[in-house]
């Protein structure tokens, strides 16, 4: 079995071993040196300290991993696994930041050089390009069959794709355009581009391994080896290849001329090759279970450590002080390259799946596979609280102040409890294992990532979750949605929208947020309505009349509200027009009232037929029932035109009810006909 580690290149020393339960198939240092990220087909990718071995954080997939790469600034790490996402994670939480999707089982990864974007390879037959921020996909670069490795190029406008569809391509990164083909006679396994760009490597299962110009796409170079060709690697300069295969050979060639600079030869395949930074040494890991580093220049052996097993993968640190392996016995190592000593081997087990360590050190959290998380005293080891899951707890977090815990369970759910009386304070549930949770640093928010592809924010607090879940919609909830979850059109939902919008200069949102704000009575929202009428009609705005005539007459400015109104009315703004209308008619204007309740209809209103009977005094049960039937279902404008009936029937009491009903939702016309409730009613008129 595989012992997989790092290594002294010099002396081939092992100098660390960093385990896993299963086959550990992809490792990779940090920039810097100062970590190492492992991949493993038990599901987990780990980032170790190399030089005490310590394990510092882990991620999560529900299924195996078969690919991790570090962040430029090594800020994230991103993995590939066959459950058909690539997660990308902050390497010193653990926290996943983003789930990259595809339709089939994910293969290969690679940030750009800049660290904004994340190219990945796919057994759907696609390569996709995502945003590293958002984790929303920016491009979809079609094969015809799985997707088995992925490259930037330096300067991070190209993508190179290796397939089995005997290909390689390179496409634009911004566009999706396909820039070249570059064809094998059957499935490509590695691609590499050159350091400056210019040309790209490949590796094939046709035996071979090929230079190509990664503009034109023309052939520059051809190797053979006696077998499928596993591993390609570029030399910093980008003046010699690395090759290794089936027939167990590495080989290093002139990618210009395709000239054989050198063989280096294992006894079982060599499926892991990388060159120092400096060019001046090869590293290679082979099925025969060893690690071995050669002089590039001169071929010969300069180390060798047997591992008892396949090795999959190697790399050294950017400094070549160090050197990973990544093998089938799970686990991997770190070894020292100067002193030949292994410097950590990590291993995984055990029944506790997680700790975490209050933020004053004095309490301690463990999640179990029991379905519990407990919070002990660290110094007596006494058990505070207990807190339950039905099913086993994986993820587990204190936040900022030590008050609560956070917790992720298989049981497809994260919780947040109180730490001291173990109170179950929220549920945050998810369609899959939740396999991280996270506090925000002000305690406000809690992150969770799941087996169900996603990462997720909660807000800690009602108020704070809507402005979030606000600032994240790209629209207002439609009607259909508003009547989904029994909210009303001037909900708080909508309004924060509108509000969030118009502040950031849409002024279609502002002039519907004066619409809610006007529906409400209190005198904050009328002053904020005020003064965004204001600010729209300093813009030049006349859609506003209406709407200013509703906070004169709500001011006592019932003159002004009526010449507004009329205004409006006057160019078919229905609103203004059933505002007006029954204040006409109470004032004994009938014929006025009938014509802009007209008006109305022909800007939309049907509902305004039904009114001009009341005005009409032709009012029938079936005419007062349409009326009513509006009234019941919160229309304010039918309100108005009940509160005319009961004044011409000298119900004045009934009149009052009506015409308050209708200003307690904020109807825009309640307050001018209340000031005529104890008039004498409307005029005759013959229609």
């Known amino acids: 079995m595989v012992l997989p580690g790092v290594f002294d290149p010099t002396t081939g020393a092992e100098l660390t071993r960093l385990d896993h339960d299963d086959r550990v198939v992809a490792v990779a240092f940090a920039p810097d040196g100062t970590r190492v990220a492992t991949a493993s087909i038990d599901g987990s990718a780990r980032v170790f300290d190399p030089t005490t071995g310590a394990e510092l954080t882990r991620f999560g997939h529900d299924h195996r991993i078969f690919g991790v790469a570090f962040s430029p600034d090594g800020a994230r790490v991103v993995t590939a696994s066959i459950d058909g996402s690539a997660g990308l994670f902050d390497a010193a939480t653990g926290t996943q930041l983003a789930s990259l999707l595809h339709d089939g089982p994910v293969l290969a990864v690679a940030f750009s050089p800049d660290g904004t974007r994340v190219a990945t390879g796919s057994g759907d037959g696609s390569a996709r390009v995502f945003d590293a921020t958002t984790g929303s996909q920016l491009r979809c670069l079609c094969h015809g069959r799985p997707v088995l490795a992925v490259a930037f190029s330096p300067d991070g406008t190209r993508v190179a794709t290796a397939s089995g569809d005997g290909s390689a391509r390179v496409f634009a990164a911004d566009s999706g355009a396909e820039l070249g083909r570059l064809d ?259 305690g406000g928010r809690v992150v969770t990532g799941s087996y169900d592809g996603s990462a997720r924010v909660f807000e800690a607090e009602s108020a704070s979750l809507l402005r979030r879940v606000i600032e994240m919609m790209t629209r207002p909830l439609r009607p259909g949605e508003l009547r989904r979850y029994w909210l009303p059109w001037n909900c708080r939902h909508r309004e924060e929208w509108l509000r969030w919008r118009a502040m950031a200069g849409d002024f279609k949102a502002a002039r519907d947020l004066v619409d809610v704000l006007l529906s409400r009575r209190a005198e904050g929202e009328l002053s904020e309505a005020e003064t965004w009428c204001r600010r729209l009609t300093a813009r030049g705005d006349t859609d506003l009349r209406a709407a200013s005539g509703a906070i004169a007459a709500r001011r006592g400015r019932y003159d002004e509200a009526i010449a507004l109104w009329g205004q409006a009315a006057a160019d078919g703004d229905a609103r203004a027009a059933l505002a007006l209308a029954p204040v006409e008619a109470v004032s004994g204007n009938p014929q006025r009232a009938l014509a802009l309740l007209r008006i109305a209809v022909q800007s939309g209103r049907k509902d305004a037929a039904a009114y001009a009977v009341t005005i009409n005094q032709t009012i029938t049960g079936v005419h007062i029932r349409r009326v009513e039937t509006a009234a019941d279902a919160g229309n304010t404008d039918a309100f108005n035109f009940l509160g005319l009936v009961a004044l011409l029937d000298g119900r004045t009491s009934v009149t009052i009810d009506y015409w308050t009903r209708s200003a307690e939702p904020g109807d825009w016309a309640a307050p001018v006909l209340l000031t005529h409730v104890r008039r004498p009613p409307f005029l005759d008129a013959s229609v």
């Open 184 to 442: 094998h006679d059957d499935t490509v396994v590695a691609v590499a581009f050159s350091p400056d760009g210019s040309r790209v490597a490949t590796a094939s299962g046709d035996g071979s391994a090929r230079a190509f110009n990664a503009a034109a796409g023309a052939e520059l170079a051809r190797l053979h080896h006696d077998g499928p060709v596993l591993a390609v690697a570029f030399s910093a300069g980008g003046t010699r290849v690395v090759t290794g295969g089936r027939d167990g050979g590495t080989r290093m060639f002139d990618p210009g001329s395709g000239a054989e600079l050198g063989r280096l030869d294992h006894d079982g395949w060599v499926e892991g090759v990388a060159f120092s930074p400096d060019g001046t040494r090869v590293a290679t890991g082979s099925s025969d279970g060893s690690v071995r580093v050669f002089d590039a220049v001169g071929g010969g052996e300069l180390a060798r450590c047997d591992h008892g097993g396949p090795v999959v993968a190697v790399a050294l640190s950017l400094d070549g002080a160090r050197m990973a392996t990544a093998g089938n016995d799970g686990s991997a190592r770190v070894f020292d390259t100067a002193r030949g000593t292994q410097l950590a081997c990590l291993e995984q087990g055990g029944w506790v799946e997680a700790v975490a360590v209050s933020p004053d050190g004095a309490r301690l959290a463990t999640a179990g596979n029991d379905g519990l998380a407990r919070v002990f005293d660290v110094a007596t080891g006494v058990e505070l609280a207990c807190f339950d899951h039905d099913s086993t707890v994986v993820a587990v977090s204190f936040s900022p102040d030590g008050a609560r815990v956070a917790t992720g369970s298989r049981d497809r759910s994260a919780r947040v409890f109180d730490a001291v009386s173990g109170a179950e304070l929220a549920r945050l549930d998810h369609d899959d294992t939740v396999v991280a949770v996270s506090f925000s640093p002000d």
